[in-house]
């Protein structure tokens, strides 16, 4: 691209994110679920691994465009509980990546403010990435701007089990009170412990379904479902995302009335 077309195509860029940042509800939290990696792939007659290799592209333009926007946390569904399941060569080649992309990633990441965090349950994955991943959110550690929440080995089931487990196991020391067990503590058991809720939350490859992601969390998260396969998603979709999120009226179970009440008293105070 010639020095002329980088510059339309940053200030074009840079005009799209004023737009969404003027309209002043850029969501705090995005997770997502990146699918359709090996679709995209078979698509052109290459090796599954391909589309992982082309992904990889697609969470460095996400991050880095959540991070301009203001999004203070990204939660990537990178490796499931369930995808131990898949052949042994896929789950290796995976790991590979992993570590690979973790390694090469980390110093642009610390450069750009992101700190990294890691939910799931990590001692399952091999200490070669477990190494590279404890590396990362080490020497990301003091970083203020994006959170990046990597769930690796992770499920909404193994998460709530977790908790539950530690819960009964604090409840039996004396240290918590079956009757002060509410949604707010559960939260507090969970990987995402200080984490706010997501607000959205973006599926890609046309798929309408949560597959065991952050399972407790998405109770009132908005829902966007994108065509493109991951490899193929780039910023330009998840502004797509951002800007439909916002045209949402996000009820928490009331009425249309109290939800405007609620926003009328917030600028009132505010
Ligand atoms: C789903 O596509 C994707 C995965 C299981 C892996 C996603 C991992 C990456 C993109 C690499 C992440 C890297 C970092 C640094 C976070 P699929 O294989 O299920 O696709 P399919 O449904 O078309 O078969």
Redesign the pocket.
């Known amino acids: 691209m010639s020095t002329r077309r980088v510059q339309d195509a940053i200030r074009d860029d840079q005009k799209i994110q004023n737009e969404l940042k003027r309209n002043g509800n850029i969501p705090t939290h995005i997770a997502v679920?990146?699918?359709?990696?090996?679709?995209?792939?078979?698509k052109r007659k290459l090796p599954?691994i391909a589309?992982?290799?082309?992904?990889?592209e697609?969470?460095r333009d996400t991050v880095e465009s959540c991070g301009q926007l203001g999004v203070k946390y990204l939660t990537?569904?990178?490796?499931?509980t369930e995808?131990w399941k898949?052949p042994k060569e896929?789950v290796s080649m995976?790991m590979r990546?992993?570590m690979r992309?973790?390694r090469d990633?980390t110093d642009r990441l610390h450069k750009n403010n992101v700190r990294v965090h890691a939910i799931g349950d990590i001692s399952s994955l091999p200490q070669e990435v477990q190494d590279e991943l404890l590396d990362a959110i080490e020497k990301t550690k003091h970083n203020t701007g994006l959170n990046l929440l990597?769930a690796?080995s992770y499920s909404g089931r193994w998460d709530i089990t977790d908790a539950v487990r530690r819960l009964i196991s604090n409840v039996q020391q004396g240290t918590v009170k079956t009757e002060n067990i509410n949604d707010h503590l559960i939260s507090e058991y969970l990987s995402t412990k200080n984490v706010p809720d997501p607000d959205l939350l973006i599926r890609t490859?046309g798929?309408f379904r949560i597959s065991n992601f952050l399972l407790w969390q998405l109770a009132y998260s908005e829902i966007y479902i994108s065509d493109l396969?991951?490899?193929d998603f780039r910023r330009n979709e998840l502004y797509k995302a951002i800007a439909e999120y916002q045209k949402r009226e996000r009820r928490f179970g009331m009425v249309s009335e109290q939800v405007q009440t609620q926003k009328s008293k917030a600028s009132y105070v505010g």
């Open positions: 679920i990146m699918d359709g990696n090996g679709r995209w792939a078979k599954r589309g992982h290799n082309e992904g990889v697609s969470v990537l569904y990178a490796f499931s995808n898949r896929e995976l990546l992993l992309a973790l990633e990597l690796l490859s798929e396969f991951w490899p």
